[in-house]
């Protein structure tokens, strides 16, 4: 064992030495702008990229570390560095927000940089126990962040109940793994599938097996903000300012998806079939009640809230429908369709929230379906890139999100669950129409109270535009990145 | 590489026309320009088109997303060749009639036509099913946009219904694709798609998945109802657009789909096809008579013609299914030249209303001249258009049955009494009041657009042969096809 047999952790080293170092350094810095730590997280953050990077180059199949508590493999570094890229849209969009609204304090980019810390380490996680350990450092930062506004009420509210439900599903979680340990004797993925393997010709040790699964697959929901675990998700999202509904809507998710794959398809394979049909029930009733619900919204971010809901139940419809039979197998399609849609998902919201953010100004937040009224007519380029963002999440092509849906679609319909595709299909249409009606709101309406010019912000601006076309250009060509995830999903 | 010429240059166009932004002077010419030279570079398909032979020409064939075996596949036979030329030939009518009237955001106005022109032609030409749908479902953006910002007075309502009632068909039809894709082995490919056996009943379930899509946009009844809204509340050039193409898709995807891929069930289900038709055609011809708003009015014989093209479809006879598609084209041509001609008087007198007008022909005469003829097209008079096909379909349906020919008839009749009546109410009888007494007749620029159109209408009326030809060699091929079952 030398020192060379931990590069693959570089990042996570890299990350905890620079948030440190951050920290420290925010100490010293007396501008309301805090420029100069907001430029170092950037830095850091681009460093850790780079540093994942070099570890991919690097990555055969699977790198197994620690005794099998920590894995690095594609799926790791791709997940990583989209948390990567979300955490620094998250600064860029909400710097101005915060600055104006004298919150950009040291800890709200200290925080974020261990919420990112623990992330990673729950997407690379290879034992229970670092599943574990990830998820509470990176939900403790964020229960603090969600707090971050401590003078409003709403803000502490949802902070309190982010808190309250959060230590409740960790307790689901945690007493689902205590079974399967139980039962497997072992904490590591990779060993507790080959005892699940092994028990579960037994049916008695099946039926401890899948108790323990139960547990496990509502933790999971839980973080992932499925029906029927959802009731966090639109007062959180409506609570939390602005910024911070940014972060919890993107990064977080992407974790939580981490997990599900580590938790379900590396350690229970075996149990597929009795996951899948949890699955199926989770995904169909947060297509449905996240599609519906939302209609009824006047917040915008509560819409998003009910909207991310029934998008984490169309990445499922990939999730369950991965299977190895006499036909053949499907696995990697429909793994890598529920990636795909993870990560398109993930531009889409952080996009969305951006705009929100972007047309925000001091003593004003641009949070209720109204605020965007006759956007088209104040600023026409910004009512395009929300326009496109929109019928992205709306699954309309040419945007990538259509090619998200299409892939998960495909899936379920290979899979032989064709009738969960129309019912979702379906559900979708509904969905459509609260989407449209945000475009109706920026382009057929006139302009109420805010009538002023959008203001400029040069960088904001350009990343959120960047954001947007991307987009666009995933719906022109999307083979690249579904490449990627076909790549990144092989060596599961 | 004419095809995609065909499908970018236009939305290239729209893209630069967004750019100049509105205030600026080149904003008009600049769209006018890329509708011409988007016209211009289709010529080659009329010149250079063979019509001996059913096979696909143009065809280009690239990788796109290979996960998925999707290709950027173009082509055009006999059957898609004439729509690629009508929807950039009306292109331009639409460019030229906006020019002076749009006043309210020029730029995204003549940028969301440009864009719709290529993916338009698009849809006709894809050959890889994907590609189809992505085009299929790419207009509805723009569409929604000029019904909801330059519409009438109940826009937000139109466009709202008309999106929603076009997606759901769609969606289905994407559940029914990807099932296709995988009983093909994983290809999305068209041509693909003729050979794959399929069991009756599964066919059926197809049959249904298409129709939807495909019967939303025809518009066939009892689907038909987000089409007047849509329509009344669309901008002059919208509602053009939305009779003379948007409504082509629909007809057009039977065509390509539904019969070849599914011969045995279309064959099986005729009869409901020829049921809805023939209760277009008939029923909502009465329904016509009865509008008092002339754009409504237009909107429902719209309905009523469109339900010839799906009769022709579904009899599998030569004349029956060259009929439908003739009728489809022209119906193009009459349908813009009427919804152009209702613009004229909107533009001056802002009502649609019948009643608010009458005596037209006192004040404009040209005018008058212009929408006899396209009222005459519009009720089937021999050597216009609008004959040719309407009589192909009802020879073709007279050949499978008496009584679907009789009733088919009945729209010469009901067709006569709507748009001569029509006709009598706006233009006939004396001045109506002061402001009918103040119109001015067309100016130059009407003139020309409505004379295109004219000229058009007589052409297709009296020598149609160059169009028939066209699709001849295709539509055997098709027919043959039909006739082979695939269980």
């Known amino acids: 064992m030398t020192w060379l047999d931990h590069v693959p952790v570089l990042p996570e080293v890299l990350l905890l030495v620079g948030a440190c170092a951050v920290m420290i350094a925010d100490l010293y810095v007396k501008d309301e702008g805090r420029r100069t730590s907001v430029v170092l997280a950037q830095v850091l953050l681009a460093l850790c990229a780079l540093a994942t990077l070099f570890v991919d180059a690097g990555t055969r199949n699977r790198l197994v570390l620690f005794d099998g508590h920590f894995i690095v493999d594609h799926l790791a570094n791709l997940l990583k560095i989209v948390c990567y890229v979300s955490v620094s849209a998250a600064l860029v969009y909400s710097r101005s927000y915060l600055e104006e609204r004298r919150l950009l304090r040291g800890e709200f980019i200290s925080l974020l940089l261990f919420s990112l810390l623990g992330m990673m380490v729950l997407i690379s996680a290879g034992s229970f126990l670092t599943v574990f350990l990830g998820l509470e450092l990176m939900s403790l930062c964020l229960y603090a962040l969600v707090a971050l506004n401590r003078d409003s009420a709403q803000s502490t509210e949802a902070a309190m109940k982010y808190f309250v439900l959060g230590a409740l599903s960790s307790g689901l979680l945690l007493y689902g793994i205590s079974m399967i340990y139980g039962a497997t004797g072992s904490l590591q993925l990779f060993e507790v599938a080959q005892q699940v393997m092994r028990l579960s010709a037994s049916s008695a040790d099946r039926s401890l097996l899948v108790f323990g699964l139960v547990f496990i697959v509502a933790g999971l929901a839980f973080k992932l903000g499925v029906v029927p675990f959802h009731m966090w998700i639109p007062d959180v999202y409506h609570g939390a300012t602005t910024p911070v509904t940014l972060i919890i809507s993107s990064g977080p998710k992407v974790a939580a998806f981490a997990m599900m794959i580590r938790m379900l398809v590396n350690a229970m394979p075996t149990l597929s079939a009795d996951w899948q049909q949890m699955l199926a029930l989770l995904a169909i009733l947060s297509i449905a009640l996240g599609n519906i619900t939302a209609i009824a919204q006047s917040n915008l971010k509560r819409m998003l809230a009910y909207s991310a809901i029934a998008h984490m139940g169309f990445m499922l419809l990939g999730l369950l429908s991965g299977y190895v039979g006499a036909n053949g197998m499907n696995r990697s399609d429909a793994y890598s369709a529920s990636l795909f849609y993870m990560i398109i998902y993930t531009i889409m919201t952080v996009g969305s929230f951006g705009m929100l953010l972007y047309l925000s100004h001091a003593g004003f937040d641009c949070e209720n379906l109204d605020d965007l009224k006759g956007l088209n007519r104040r600023s026409p380029w910004n009512a395009m890139l929300m326009m496109i963002i929109m019928f992205s999440l709306a699954g309309i092509p040419p945007t990538a999100g259509f090619y998200a849906k299409l892939a998960v679609f495909q899936a379920a319909v290979a899979a032989g669950h064709v009738w969960l595709a129309v019912v979702a299909v379906l559900l979708s249409l509904v969905g459509a129409f609260y989407y449209l009606r945000v475009v109706k709101l920026m382009y057929f309406d006139e302009p109420v109270g805010e009538t002023a010019p959008v203001r400029a912000q040069p960088v904001g601006g350009f990343v959120l535009g960047a954001n947007g076309l991307f987009l666009l250009l995933l719906g022109i060509l999307p083979q690249g990145l579904m490449a990627l995830c076909v790549a990144a999903v092989a060596a599961l | ?487």
């Open chain 2, 1 to 487: 590489m004419i095809l995609s010429l065909a499908i970018w240059v236009p939305i290239a166009a729209g893209v630069v026309v967004l750019a100049l932004g509105d205030r600026s002077a080149l904003t008009r010419p600049v769209a006018l320009a890329g509708a011409i030279l988007g016209f211009l570079v289709t010529l080659p398909l009329w010149t250079q088109f063979d019509p001996s032979t059913s096979a696909m020409q143009f065809v280009e064939l690239h990788r796109w997303i290979a996960r998925f075996n999707i290709n950027y596949h173009l082509g055009v036979d006999g059957i898609s060749v004439l729509f690629v030329l009508l929807n950039s030939f009306i292109t331009i009518l639409v460019v030229i009639a906006g020019w002076t009237v749009v006043e309210n955001k020029v730029s995204q106005y003549y940028a969301s036509f440009l864009v719709m022109s290529g993916l338009l032609n698009g849809v006709f030409s894809a050959m890889d099913a994907v590609l189809f749908y992505v085009f299929f479902e790419g207009t509805l953006i723009p569409m929604f946009i000029i019904i909801g910002i330059w519409g009438g007075p109940n826009r937000v309502y139109a466009a709202v219904k008309f999106f929603l009632y076009t997606l759901f068909g769609s969606l289905l039809m994407l559940i029914a694709m990807l099932y296709l894709y995988n009983q093909a082995g994983g290809s999305f490919a068209i041509a693909d798609w003729h050979k794959v056996p399929l069991p009756l009943r599964v066919q059926e379930l197809l049959f249904f998945g298409f129709l939807f899509a495909f019967a939303v946009k025809v518009p066939m009844w009892p689907v038909h109802t987000w089409l007047p809204d849509a329509h009344t509340e669309a901008p002059t050039g919208g509602s053009v657009v939305l009779a003379a193409i948007l409504l082509k898709l629909g007809a057009y995807g039977f065509v390509r789909f539904t019969l070849p891929i599914l011969p045995d069930a279309s064959r099986e289900l005729a009869w409901l096809m020829i049921t809805l038709s023939l209760i277009a055609i008939a029923y909502i011809g009465l329904v016509t008579i009865v509008q008092v708003d002339m754009k409504r009015l237009i909107a429902y014989s719209s309905v009523s013609h469109m339900g010839f093209c799906t009769l022709g479809f579904f009899i599998f006879n030569l004349y029956g299914v060259e009929g439908g598609l003739v009728q489809m084209i022209s119906h193009g041509f009459v349908s813009a030249a009427l919804f152009l001609c209702v613009g004229v008087l909107y533009d001056r007198m802002h009502t649609r209303q019948i009643a608010d007008y009458g005596g037209v022909v006192n004040t404009m005469p040209k005018f008058a001249a212009f929408m006899m003829l396209f009222a005459m097209a519009n009720s089937g008079l021999p050597a216009t258009s609008g004959f040719v096909g309407e009589f192909m379909v009802i020879m073709g349906a007279m050949q499978k049955s008496f009584w679907i020919a009789f009733v088919a008839a009945t729209t010469l009749i009901w067709g006569a009494a709507y748009t001569l009546w029509l006709y009598k109410r706006v233009i006939f009888g004396p001045v109506a009041n002061d402001r009918v007494a103040r119109l001015k007749d067309l100016n130059v620029r009407e003139f020309i657009v409505l004379g295109l159109l004219a000229i058009t209408v007589l052409w297709m009326g009296v020598y149609p042969k160059p169009f028939t030809e066209f699709m001849h060699a295709s539509v055997t091929d098709l027919l043959r096809h039909v006739a082979q079952p695939k269980l």
